[in-house]
């Protein structure tokens, strides 16, 4: 049986260490994927058609920043397309460099010369290796190219940007009586086709359009009236409620503004659906209709998150704290703003549409832009609050200025002619202003959880304090960790999303952010997000990882195992910082820090350690130390120096006892290991207790030591072995002195064992006539003689004053005997 | 079993452990883990790559033993044979006896 395993492992290993057939590698070598190279260069050929048509493209499309951008995307796919294909010759590349070092160089002038099997196979792996590296050059050109046209999308972005930006319109062309007759046969012009369209639509389609609008105005009612049901506690604002929370305020904000406008949305996207799906819109037709709901939703939008978060009607559910009037005047002017720009928005895309002249645009813009701007100049003006003596005050002044500032520089914009730019600032201060509005009220709640108590009085709290053992500080600083949360977020947000409304491209952010995930170098050493972070999650994983394996150990393993409490102890200790160093080993290498520069700065400091925190490590040390060696154990009834008492916790740094005087005393391990210590419970728990009798001369020693003795023996706490022993001990100056000694089974009950003992001996001797003699004192007899009063005076003016009330009472007394002579009987 | 029913004090709190330990994995997977590729030099010499990333070619040297990262999201490389290998970004390239593979 033996020789016939060991027969098939001998096999087992000449099979698998026989080196491989170099003719059956060959041959595999030698069926290389013919079509391999073709294949990549015929795709390598379509994609440099490709970017051949797209750089014709840029040139036609040099205006229209959307199409470069689409451009861009596209051509960013070419160039992931090529890397793929040059990709794709890894393997063979991989098989035929290894066949060739298998071949080994073709033999040196003078050398014998090679067979011709192994010379042509070389050439053919040589030439076809040239072959799939010039494929691969051209895919590597092609990248090359792609990535200069991407460059120059970009340079042409910034061109056009800078152009409409800097362009210069003359006003007096564009605003010349001329536009009112152009813009009256513009109007014509879209009247028509919105007429056209109607009343084609109404004679033949008016049964689809009514379906498809009834259809849509269904989907938001439903929308509506669901989420009125679902969230209809939060949705709306109570009037009675004096003083609602800040949280409570924001979710009504939130919710009263998401349903509704998610119901207009609705109601909007569902008519267009439908209207496309009975084919009744036309081209022109349906991108109007797609403009206007685009309006109409935003508008719709900022109306009601204007209203939710000033909410003019209930000055208690404000977000913002203004007076009620100019809540109601802020909630006119934005809506106002969001209008023109809408209005604006809609206008141009007609424009575009029915290829209106430049001068209209121009007027449409300019006129925009205006009213923009003396919005912004009116919501500057704007008085909001009020002071203590109910005078109106401005708001903050960087807040003032910066409107005025914005307002005043559209407006000078687009009387100068830069109509481009003050449409730009204009559109950038309502969009930026509305980011910036939802992250500063993000912020405010942030703030509002962080508070004390107030994440345990949101739904999740109440949820979470429900339904987890959680307890109320606990849930406090999950609230704190909750609203820095949702700071992070807001930054994380709305950072990307500012820079994406100023034009920045999700490449570049995202480049950013991948910079700051992978590091950012400063000399030889990496920084980086990611690393840091990786690193702590390891350590954190690797900690709970230790403390449950040291809790499994000990309450599991040692606990089944009858493992005594004092090595259960140590082990737990010592597992657990042994697992946390090595977690921390773990998470520092996991963050990017090499450890053998970290030996480096280690060996540098460890001088200056050693004697910086010399106590620190002879500590740390000795607190090995007593794990490993085990003088005493938690537990223990312990004396070192004038500290005594129970050992309570053993520490890396400091041992823990609590004297029986339950003073905690925290001393440091090095004095455990250098000085004596005395363990009364070291290997167990026996113990000698003396007791001291003195007796007078004279008494029956040999009684008094009988008496003793079946006292101590009677004892029940006493051991008979060892036995008791009664010890006359001196011929003392006053008594002969008798000392009781006994063996306790526990120590720890030597204080019960003594009283118990001291309480016999008394009894008994006073019941044998036995003397125990005490030193006489001497009693002093002290006669204390009374206090003289210190205060003459006083004394005086009280006994004055008792006198009078003495008289007064005496007078008074005569007086009522006086009245009752004088009353005359009652008459019968 | 849910945390609360667990009977021994230690067991319910790395019971409550475990489900933060949980979330903390599932927080770590959500975050991803973005790789570049990295070369490597097992020689005592220097030696050179020559990479083209994002319409650029670059000599890379590196110095006996040294690692470095590059290319991010995708490149070409020249290595010291001559051969031209395209890189997607997470592989290793390491160089030993004047001979590049890549892992």
Redesign the interface.
């Known amino acids: 049986m033996l020789f016939r395993l060991l027969r098939l492992i001998l096999i087992l290993t000449l099979v698998v260490s026989a080196p491989p057939s170099f003719d059956a590698v060959a041959q595999g070598l030698g069926q290389a994927p013919a079509g391999l190279v073709a294949d990549q260069q015929k795709i390598l050929q379509s994609l440099t058609t490709k970017t051949d048509n797209f750089e014709k493209q840029i040139q036609q499309d040099a205006e229209d920043d959307g199409s470069l951008v689409d451009i861009r995307l596209q051509l960013e796919e070419l160039s992931?397309q090529s890397?793929?294909s040059?990709?794709a010759?890894?393997t063979r590349?991989?098989e035929i460099?290894s066949r060739l070092?298998q071949l080994g160089a073709a033999p040196a002038a003078g050398q014998p010369p090679e067979p011709d099997i192994v010379s042509g196979e070389r050439q053919a792996l040589v030439s076809e290796?040239a072959e799939i590296?010039s494929v691969?050059?051209v895919?590597?050109t092609l990248?090359?190219r792609?990535?200069?046209l991407?460059?120059k999308i970009g340079n042409m972005r910034s061109e056009l940007f800078r152009n409409l930006l800097t362009k210069r319109y003359v006003l007096s062309d564009a605003l010349s009586p001329q536009v009112f007759s152009d813009a009256r046969d513009e109007f014509g012009n879209f009247y028509k086709a919105v007429s056209s369209w109607l009343s084609f639509a109404f004679k033949f389609k008016f049964q689809a359009i009514l379906a498809a609008t009834f259809v849509a105005l269904g989907l938001a009612l439903v929308l509506l009236v669901g989420g009125r049901r679902l969230f209809g506690r939060v949705f709306e604002a109570d009037p009675t409620n004096e003083d609602p929370s800040y949280l409570s305020r924001l979710s009504v904000a939130f919710w009263s503004t998401l349903l509704p406008t998610l119901a207009v949305g609705a109601f909007l996207g569902s008519t267009i659906f439908f209207f496309n799906y009975y084919n009744v819109l036309r081209g022109d037709i349906g991108l109007f209709l797609n403009a206007l709901a685009a309006v109409i939703g935003v508008v719709f939008c900022v109306n009601r998150l204007t209203n939710a978060a000033l909410s003019p009607r209930l000055p208690n559910w404000r977000l913002i704290p203004v007076e009620t009037g100019p809540a109601r005047w802020l909630v006119r002017l934005t809506t106002a703003m969001a209008v023109v720009i809408g209005f604006n928005y809609f206008l141009s895309i007609v424009n575009d549409k029915m290829g209106s002249p430049l001068s209209l645009t121009i007027a449409r813009s300019f006129g925009a832009t205006i009213i923009v701007g003396v919005i912004l100049i009116l919501m500057a003006m704007l008085r909001p609050f009020k002071a203590r003596d109910g005078s109106w005050r401005p708001w903050p002044a960087w807040l003032r200025y910066t409107s005025l500032a914005l307002g005043l520089f559209t407006i000078v914009a687009a009387l100068l002619g830069y109509i481009g730019l003050g449409l730009f600032v204009s559109s950038q201060v309502v969009v930026t202003g509305t980011v910036l509005i939802t992250a500063y009220i993000g912020f405010l709640s942030a703030r509002a959880i962080g508070e004390e108590g107030a994440f345990a009085n949101t739904s999740v709290g109440r949820w979470l304090s429900a339904n987890?053992?959680y307890e109320d500080t606990a849930l406090d600083q999950l609230g704190l960790v909750v609203s820095v949360a949702i700071n992070v977020m807001i930054v994380l947000v709305f950072l990307p999303l500012i820079l994406l409304m100023w034009g920045f491209q999700p490449g570049d952010i995202e480049a950013w952010a991948?910079k700051l995930?992978?590091?950012i170098n400063i000399g030889s050493v990496t920084i980086s997000v990611?690393g840091i972070?990786?690193g702590i999650?390891v350590f954190?994983?690797g900690y709970?990882l230790t403390?449950?394996f040291q809790?499994?150990l000990?309450?599991s393993v040692m606990a089944r195992g009858k493992v005594d409490t004092g090595v259960r102890n140590s082990i737990r200790l010592a597992v657990g910082y042994a697992g946390v160093a090595l977690a921390a080993l773990v998470g520092i290498s996991a963050a990017g820090i090499d450890l053998s520069s970290l030996a480096l700065v280690a060996g540098a400091l460890s001088l200056g350690i050693g004697f910086g925190l010399q106590n620190v490590v002879s500590n740390f040390v000795s607190g090995l130390i007593l794990l490993a060696e085990r003088p005493f154990k938690v537990g223990d009834w312990i004396v070192a120096g004038d500290v005594s008492g129970t050992v309570k916790k053993i520490s890396v740094r400091a041992t823990e006892i609590e004297t029986f005087q339950r003073q905690s005393v925290i001393l440091p391990n090095s004095n455990l290991i250098n000085n004596a210590v005395g363990n009364w419970t070291h290997r167990n728990k026996l113990g000698r207790v003396d007791i001291k009798v003195g007796v007078a001369y004279g008494s029956d020693v040999k009684q008094v030591h009988a008496i003793l003795l079946e006292i101590a023996r009677s004892h029940p706490l006493v051991l008979k072995n060892p036995e008791p022993f009664v010890l006359f001990s001196n011929f003392g100056t006053a008594a002969l002195e008798f000392e009781i000694r006994v063996f306790l089974a526990d120590v720890m009950n030597g204080n019960i064992a003594q009283n118990d003992i001291r309480f016999a001996v008394l009894e008994r001797f006073s019941g044998e006539h036995i003397e125990i003699p005490s030193t006489p004192r001497a009693v002093v007899e002290i006669h204390k003689p009374k206090a003289w009063p210190t205060d003459d005076d006083k004394i005086e003016a009280d006994f004055a004053e008792q006198e009078q009330v003495k008289a007064e009472a005496e007078a008074e007394k005569r007086r009522l005997a006086k009245s009752r002579k004088t009353k005359k009987p009652d008459p019968d | 079993m849910p945390?609360?029913m667990q009977q021994?004090r230690?067991?319910?709190?790395?019971c409550?452990?475990?489900k933060?330990?949980v979330a903390?994995?599932a927080?770590?997977a959500a975050?991803g883990?973005?790789h570049?590729a990295s070369a490597v030099n097992k020689d005592a010499e220097t030696r050179t790559l020559v990479v083209?990333e994002?319409?650029?070619?670059t000599d890379l040297a590196l110095a006996g033993g040294e690692t470095v990262?590059f290319c991010?999201n995708?490149?070409?490389v020249t290595l010291p044979n001559?051969?031209?290998?395209?890189l997607?970004g997470s592989e290793t390239v390491e160089i030993s006896g004047g001979?590049a593979r890549?892992k």
């Open positions: 992931h890397l793929n040059a990709l010759f890894r590349l991989g460099n070092e290796k590296n691969i050059a895919a590597q990248s090359i792609i990535s200069g991407i460059d987890s053992s991948y995930a992978t590091g990611t972070l990786s999650v954190v994983i709970f403390r449950w809790g499994w000990d309450g | 945390c609360e021994r230690w067991e319910h709190r790395y409550t452990m475990w933060s330990l903390a994995v927080l770590v975050i883990s973005v570049a083209t994002g319409g650029s070619k990262e991010q995708g490149c070409f001559g051969d031209l290998e395209a997607t001979v890549i």
